[in-house]
C-alpha cells in the first residue's frame, strides 16, 4: 500500500478547516507535577483525534532553576521535562503518525545555555569517560527579542555580544517506544525524542513509527537557537507556547523519523557511533523514495548521492543525531510514478 | 603570533591584481603518466610565489573509462589521479597555506557516477565487511549544460530524469601529509585530499598546515553536482579546469584544513568513527575563534553550540568527513578584539 | 568511606553458613506469564535479604520454540525472557548489589542456536541498515552431554561435528535501571542487563550499581557456550537451573558492573561505539584500583596499560560490552594500602 | 587453490633444518640512520630467500633517550623506529609472506612506559580532540629479571612494587603497504604495522598479505609485558634481540595479517572505529575456515559465535587493533575436508 504525505497534509488542513466534525482544538498546560521525564507508555492527559489541534505549554529543558547568573541547577535536578503524552485515536502499531507543527514561540524573553562536566561533545562523559580534568561548569543568559526575531548571546569572558537569528524547534518530539521500554527524556531514538533537531520547526510536518495504541505523543525542550551539532551540551534553553495538528496515516510503515516541509522531504538517524546515524538516516531517505516516488532503491541511492544535503543535530546525547535531506523539486511527482 | 585571514585574503588579492614583481600566472596541464595517485613528498611539477595563479586541469577520479553505458572500469583501475604537486615558496611547516579558488569548471560535458560492491555508505566495504551480498555494479551518465548550469539525473530503472543545479567543486586538494607518509589519494586526513567536500569551490579559500618544505599542493577528483555524504561511493564525477591563487601564511599554525568564503568561516575534519571527525573540525573552529576572534573557548564553544552549521560531507572514503562552519557576522571583528 | 570486596565475600559465605538468622534459602520457578521482557521498576516476584540463596530457573533466550529443525520463531516472539525482579532489601540507590553465581547448569540437554537477517555483527541490522542481500536464516542444534561437560556444535552444510567445552553462563544479569528507564531485555548498559560475558559464571560475583530501592535483580539468556563476541549473534542458547547468594555493600558506589572471582578484578563496559565500551571498562577498574587498592590515577592507568586483559563480550545487542581484567596478584593488599 | 598454513610450517621448519641448499641464517643490526620511521616501499636491507633465518636487533621505541628518572623525550622525538625492510625473494603481489617468530628477548635489563598528554585511550588525542585539561607527563621504569622472567612495576605515587610475567613480543611487524602508500610506523592497518597484538610473540607464525614485489619486511616496538588494549600508550618499551624465519606461500591470497601458533588460527583487524577492527578480524577468520577448513560460511560464522575468543590488543594508535582466535582442536582436519 502506498500513502502520499504530501496529500494527506493538504487534505488535513482542509479536514481542520472545513469540516463540521472533525477538528477541534485542544488546550493544555502541564501542572508541574504533570511533567514528564521519560518517554513510555503511561496513562495520557488527554486524547486527540486526526485533524485535531492541539495548543499546549512545554517547559525550559533546565526548569525554571535558572533565572539569572549565579543560579544554579540543584543536586536531584531533570533535564527535559516533557509535556503530554497525548493519546492519538486510530493510532495502532504500523501507522505513522503526523506532527504539523503551526507556532513554537518562546514563553520567556530570556533564554539559557550551560555547559560543563559531563556533557558537551568536547569533554568527557559518562559515555566517553577519560582521565583529563573537565571544564568548569558555565552559564550563559540570552536575551529573546521576539519582534526582531533576534537572540542575543553575550560573552562570558569579554563584551563581546551579537544577535542571531530567532529560530524556535522542538529539541524533544516523540512517541511511546516501541518494545515496552522507557526511555529518559535526554534520549534520541527510532521513536524521535531528544533528537535536537533544528528543522522540528514551524512549517515542518514530522511522522513517527506508531509503537504503541494511541501513539502517545510527547513534546519538549524548546530551544530559540541551536548550532548543528549543540556541541556544548544545550542550545538556547526556554519554555514554548505550542500549537501543533495531528494525524495518522494508516498503514504507512516507517521506522524512524521522518519529516516534510514545503522544500524538502527528510529523515533522521538516532544511534552511535555517528556513522550509524547516518546510515539509519539515508537508508530510511532511499526507502521513502522507493516505496511512494516510484524510484528503484540503486537510483535513489544514486540521486541521494549526488543531491542530498545532512547535518549533525546534536553529537552530545546518549544518541547522537543525524538529518538528511533531498528537495522534493528533485523527486518525480508522487502521484504519477506511484503504482 | 596572530594572523588575520580575511585581510590576508585581501591583500592576496590585491597582490595579484597590482603588484608589478610579484604576481605571475602559471599555465600546467599534465600529462597522464604525470598524474599523481598518493599525496606524497615528491619532485614537484612546478613551483609557484606566493600571490601566483595556476591554471591547470584535473583527469576525472573514474579516469577516462567510462564514456558510455556499458564501459567498464579496467582490472588495474586506480581512481582519483590528482594533478600536482606544485611547490609553493617559502612555505615551511609550521606555516599555513592559503588557496584562494578562482575557476572551476567542467571540461567536459557528462559527468558519471557508480555505485558497487566495495564501496559507498550502504553496501559493505573492505573497512566493514559483512556476510551479506553486495549491491550489483551501476553507473549513471549525468548530462552537463553549462550554460543553463545544471546537471541532470537519469534513472537506469526507469524514465525518470531530472535537472540539479550544477555546483561544481575539487573532491580533492591537499599538502603532502606529515610524517612522511604518503597516502592514496583517495584518502582524507589532517592534510586535506579527498575531503569530498562541496564547499571546496569558487568563492572559498581552503587553509592547510604545511608539513613539508613548499606544502606540495595536489588536487583533482572534480565533481559537478554532490550530496552532502556522497552516499553510493561517487558524486558526479568529470575533469575540471580549474584557476587558483596561493599564499603562504608565516607562522599561522592550523592542524586541519579551514576554509573562508564571504559568509562563513569553516573548518573540516576527516577521521573515524564519524563523531571524531566532528570533535576535529569542531576543536578546531574554537582554536580559530580563540587565536584570531578574541573570544575565550568557553565562550566559542557555547557560541557554536547555538549557531554553528555543520555537514558531513562524505562517509565513503578510508576515513569520513565533516565540515562544521559559523557565519562571519556573528562574530568580533577581529581586528577590534584580537590583542 | 572504603569497601573491601573480597572480605565482603568472605562475610557473605559465613553468613550464609553461619548465621542462625540471616541466610534463608528461596526457591522460585517463574510460571510462563510471570517472565520479564524490560528491565525496569515493576513489582517484584520475590523479596531477598542480603546473604540469602535463590534457587531458580531461566528460560532460554529463544523461548521454548526451537525443539528440532525446522522449528521457526512465530511472528510476535519476544527474546531474552528473563526471570524476576527479586527485590533486596536494604539495597539504595548509592549502595551495590553483590551477586554471587553458585551454580548455573542448563536444563535441558540441547541448546540452539540461530543466525540470520537483522541481527549479528555480520550483516545489516537497524542500527547499521544497509542496502546489501542480507544472509538467509540458519538454526544449529547443539547436544549437550552434562557429565562430560562437552557442548557439540554440527554443521549445517557438511558433516563436521565437534564438541567444544561446555561453559555455561547467564547472557543477562540485571538491576532495574536508573532515570525510571524500562529497557528491552536485550539491552546491556550501565545496569548490567543483556552483557552476554561469559565471565559471568560460577565462581564470579558480579557487582551492580543499585538505581532503585530493592535494586530489583533480572537474570536469564543463558548460554552453554558462547564465544567472545557472539558474532552470530546468538551463543548455544538454553534453559538454566541457577542458584545464587545476593549481598547489599552499603555506600560503595560504582558506575557499571564489576565482576571478581578467585583470580581477578574486571569491569565490564557497555556502549557504542566499540571504543567508548572499552574506555568505559577501563575508566571503571582505574576507579576500583584507585578507591580500594591505594593506587593513584596514573599508576593505574599504567599497571592496566602492561598488565591487564580484555575480550570483546558481544558486538551484537543494540550495545556493545567489552570486559576488562586484572589479576589480583598484581594489586597491592587491599587491606594494607587503603587508607 | 588451497593451502595448508599448518603444513606449510612444518615444511618451512624441515627446509630450515634438512635442505642442503635453501636455509641460511642472517644476521642484520641497523646501524641508527639505518632505522625506519616509515612503513614504505624503499630500498631493502637485506635480502632473504624463503626458509632463510634472521637474526636482528630492534630499537626502543621511544628510542635511547629514556635511561633514568627525569630524562624526557626532545622536541623532535619520532617514535617506533623500526629495523628493516628485508626484501624476501619470490614474494608478489597476490601472495602470503610468513614469518615465523623463534627468539623476541630484550636487550635491556629495564623497560620504559610513558603516559601523558596527546596520547592514550583516556585522555584527548589529536583524533578525539576535546577541551579538558589533559593528564600531566609521567614516565615509569621497568626492571626486567630475564632469568626469573619478570617485569617489575613499581608505582610513580606510592611505594608498591609488583612482578608481572616477561611476556615479550613485536608491537610493529609489517609488510609495505599496498596502493604505495608509506605509512608512518606508528599505524597499523591490513598491512600490519603498530598492530601492539601481544600474540605476535615466540611460536606464533605472522601471515601477511604481499602489496609489493618483495614483501618489504619490517620489524619493531618491542615490549617486556603489554595488556591488551594498552591503554596508557605505550608498554614496557625495550630494546629487542629477535630471530625470525621467513617463507613464501605463493598464491594463498589473505586480506589482514593472520597468525597461528600451536593452539589457535588467528586473525587481527585494525581499524576505526574498534567495531570495524572486530569485524575485519573476524570476517577474514571466517574466510579462513572456509577456504582451507572446508566450512561453509554461515557454519564458520555459527562456530565462531559459541567458540571464537578476541581480545582488544591496543586503543591507542591511529587505527585500533583487535585479535580473535579459535582454538585448532575445533576445526576440521584440513587435509581431509578442503577440497
Redesign the interface.
Request: net charge negative; proline share 7%; charged share 20%.
Given at each position: 500500500m502506498s500513502c502520499r504525505p504530501l496529500l494527506v497534509i493538504l487534505a488535513l488542513v482542509a479536514v481542520a478547516q472545513n469540516s463540521p466534525l472533525a477538528a477541534e482544538t485542544h488546550r493544555y498546560i502541564p501542572k508541574p507535577d504533570e511533567l514528564k521525564?521519560?518517554f513510555?507508555t503511561t496513562a495520557p492527559v488527554l486524547r486527540l483525534k486526526p485533524g485535531d489541534v492541539l495548543e499546549t505549554w512545554t517547559e525550559n529543558a533546565l526548569g525554571d532553576h535558572l533565572q539569572q547568573p549565579g543560579d544554579t541547577l540543584p543536586a536531584d535536578f531533570?533535564p527535559n521535562p516533557n509535556t503530554g503524552p497525548f493519546f492519538i485515536e486510530g493510532a495502532e502499531p504500523g501507522d505513522t503518525l503526523a506532527v504539523r507543527l503551526i507556532k513554537i514561540e518562546p514563553a520567556k524573553d530570556f533564554a539559557v545555555?550551560i555547559?560543563g562536566p559531563g556533557f558537551?561533545?568536547?569533554?568527557?562523559t559518562?559515555?566517553?569517560?577519560?582521565?583529563?580534568?573537565?571544564?568548569?561548569e558555565?552559564t550563559?543568559f540570552?536575551r529573546i527579542d521576539r519582534r526582531a526575531r533576534t537572540?542575543e548571546?553575550a560573552?562570558?569572558?569579554?563584551d563581546?555580544k551579537?544577535k542571531?537569528s530567532l529560530r524556535p524547534f522542538l529539541g524533544c518530539l516523540a512517541v511511546a517506544p516501541a518494545?515496552?521500554?522507557?526511555?529518559?527524556t535526554i534520549v534520541p531514538e527510532?521513536f524521535g525524542g531528544n533528537m535536537d533537531t533544528p528543522e522540528v520547526r514551524v512549517g515542518s510536518t514530522v511522522y513517527f513509527p506508531v509503537n504503541v495504541p494511541g501513539a502517545l505523543l510527547y513534546l519538549g525542550d524548546g530551544h530559540a537557537?541551536?548550532?548543528?551539532?549543540?556541541?556544548?551540551?544545550?542550545?538556547?534553553e526556554v519554555a514554548m507556547n505550542v500549537t501543533l495538528q495531528v494525524d495518522v496515516l494508516k498503514g504507512w510503515r516507517i521506522?524512524t523519523p521522518r519529516l516534510e516541509d514545503d522544500t524538502y522531504l527528510m529523515a533522521v538517524g538516532s544511534?552511535?557511533?555517528?556513522?550509524?546515524a547516518?546510515?539509519?538516516a539515508?537508508?530510511e531517505l532511499?526507502a521513502w523514495l522507493e516505496a511512494d516516488y516510484?524510484?528503484?532503491?540503486?537510483?535513489a541511492?544514486?540521486?541521494?548521492?549526488?543531491?542530498?544535503?545532512?547535518?549533525?543535530s546534536q553529537?552530545v546525547d546518549p544518541n547522537?543525531t543525524?538529518l538528511?535531506k533531498i528537495r522534493k523539486k528533485?523527486?518525480?511527482d508522487p502521484s504519477s510514478?506511484t503504482p
Open positions: 521525564y521519560t513510555a531533570r545555555g555547559a558537551g561533545a568536547l569533554t568527557q559518562p559515555y566517553t569517560p577519560m582521565l583529563d580534568e573537565p571544564i568548569p558555565r550563559w540570552y537572540v548571546f560573552a562570558g569572558d569579554s563581546f551579537i542571531l518494545m515496552a521500554e522507557a526511555r529518559s527510532f537557537a541551536q548550532g548543528e551539532g549543540e556541541i556544548a551540551g544545550t542550545a538556547a521506522s544511534y552511535r557511533p555517528l556513522e550509524d547516518m546510515r539509519i539515508s537508508r532511499i516510484g524510484l528503484s532503491a540503486l537510483d541511492y544514486e540521486l541521494l548521492s549526488v543531491a542530498m544535503e545532512s547535518n549533525i553529537l547522537y543525524v538528511v528533485y523527486l518525480p510514478t
